[in-house]
């Protein structure tokens, strides 16, 4: 699963709006909804805010990858 989806559940599971993130992490409410959605890549300094907003580190939607698995993009 895609960090942007890992985020929306989060969001979701804790009745936190994307209004709310996209207004404290200072991002543009269409591109914070892509993003979630899948449909667009959040750029790192994106991620990064909504992180510092929602109070978790960086590391906390990610998932570790192992560099010989192939990519599924």
């Known amino acids: 699963m895609e960090v ?7 969001l979701e599971r804790n009745g936190i709006s994307q209004a709310h993130i996209g207004r404290e992490a200072r991002i543009d409410l269409v591109k914070l909804n892509l993003g979630l959605n899948g449909n667009r890549r959040l750029t790192f300094d994106e991620y990064a805010r909504i992180c510092f907003v929602l109070g978790v580190n960086t590391d ?7 560099p010989a698995d192939k990519e599924t993009a």
């Open 4 to 10: 942007g989806l890992r985020i929306k559940e989060y």
């Open 60 to 66: 906390f939607f990610l998932k570790p990858r192992n």
